[in-house]
């Protein structure tokens, strides 16, 4: 009898569920998941330390504002990009040099501005309520993706499963727990792309602008919709995609002006001759010491690539819908081939930097064996996710 009031809400919470659309209804199952998975991580994962969510190592400066005594350091780490983005987040004009130091190259991680600055302005700039505002966006940027897909595979006329084949993806759960801005840049694209289908091209240059400002990559989709603008001759497209790379060309340029005696923007530590990366990420993986560690490395590594082949192979399905995706991912896929170890190293790393292939996998659709097939990979990704979230520390 105890447990009839709490059967009576959970009834009512699935009949609410189903008086929603579908775009609705996958959105708030996401939110749900979300915060599910974000309250353990916080509680168990971090011991309700916030600062848990950026992987500080002790191996950089910390940031001068950052609470060393109540701060989770992990010992003996270099740290992840999230620690960087905090930094610039609790001052993000760069006012104080102390800043400046604690970032391992400050025109790589200052271009990519648009998450920490409005992480400082959501918070009002207050510092202690920073790290959680970078989180909660993060969170509520893997419910928008949930969204997009949904609302871009309705206007499609597709089924609306994809979208919370979101929830399977390793790089979500990744991002999420390091604090990067992948999962917000991811949602930006997203947007820019959802615009396009629905010919809302304003909305589209504003969405690829800021992303752009978010991570440099998102280039990528606007060469992509520049391109399949001109091939279709959409040609009210190009004059507001030619404006959206106004702003990050501005930018940059600032960034290079202010840190020009600190050279280039980083590309040559993470790209070089097209396959090096690749053959020595399989040396390291098949020729040196091999251990259980290294087969699941070589799980999730064998899945990006897969994602990959299913992009390129089936971009050409409904090719009149799938141009963009198909141009983005072979682009996407050029930049995997060029990709150095310093991207390829770790199963951290990879995931989340290529983490716009595995969206663009969840958008496509066409025949019912294209489904099968991705909710087959769909799944496999949902074991590395279930493997990384129990198992890393």
């Known amino acids: 009898m105890n447990y009839c009031p709490c059967l009576r809400f959970m009834t009512r ?51 001068p504002y950052l609470n060393l005594e109540t701060a989770k350091i992990y010992q003996g780490e270099l740290g992840f990009d999230g620690q960087q983005f905090l930094s610039i987040a609790f001052d993000p004009l760069l006012q104080n040099p102390d800043t400046v130091k604690t970032l391992d190259s400050a025109p790589l991680r200052y271009r990519r501005i648009f998450y920490p600055l409005v992480s400082y302005i959501l918070a009002a700039g207050n510092r202690q309520l920073i ?15 949930v969204w997009i897909v949904s609302c871009y595979h309705e206007v499609n006329k597709y089924p609306q499963f994809p979208a919370l084949l979101v929830l399977l993806l390793p790089g979500v759960w990744i991002v999420l727990s390091l604090s990067t801005a992948d999962l917000l840049n991811s949602a930006l694209v997203l ?34 919709l520049l391109v399949v603008s001109i091939w279709e001759q959409q040609y009210r497209a190009i004059k507001p995609l030619i404006l959206a790379v106004i702003p990050p060309i501005v930018w940059n340029s600032y960034v290079l002006i202010r840190f020009h005696d600190q050279g280039v923007l980083g590309v040559n530590a993470n790209f ?60 996407y896929g050029i930049m995997f081939l060029m990709s ?54």
């Not at 790290?131 to 993706?145: E, L």
């Not at 396009?196 to 990528?220: D, F, H």
């Not at 066409?366 to 198992?391: D, E, H, N, P, T």
């Open 340 to 393: 150095s170890i310093a991207m390829l190293s770790y199963f951290l790393n990879y995931p989340r930097q290529f983490i716009n292939p595995y969206f663009l996998f969840l958008l496509l659709q066409g025949s019912k064996r294209m489904r099968w097939s991705q909710s087959c990979i769909a799944g496999l990704l949902g074991v590395s996710s279930l493997v990384f979230l129990l198992g890393h520390s």
């Open 13 to 63: 919470v699935f009949v609410w569920l189903r008086t929603l659309t579908s775009p609705q209804r996958n959105t708030m199952i996401a939110a749900i998941v979300v915060s599910i998975i974000l309250f353990l991580l916080y509680w168990l994962k971090f011991d309700s330390n916030i600062i848990g969510f950026f992987r500080v190592g002790d191996t950089l400066p910390f940031s």
């Open 131 to 145: 790290p959680y505002i970078m989180v909660g966006i993060n969170a509520i940027a893997i419910a928008i993706i």
């Open 272 to 331: 070089g001759y097209p396959f090096a990366g690749i053959v020595e990420k399989f040396k390291l993986l098949f020729v040196d010491n091999f251990s259980g560690k290294d087969s699941f490395e070589i799980y999730c590594f064998g899945l990006l690539v897969i994602v990959f082949i299913f992009n390129l192979v089936f971009g050409k399905i409904n090719q009149s819908e799938n141009k963009i995706i198909a141009i983005g991912s072979m682009i």
């Open 191 to 224: 947007a820019a792309l959802y615009s396009y289908r629905i010919k809302q091209l304003p909305w589209m240059a504003v969405w690829i602008a800021i992303a752009s400002l978010t991570r440099e990559t998102s280039l990528v989709m606007w060469f992509s």
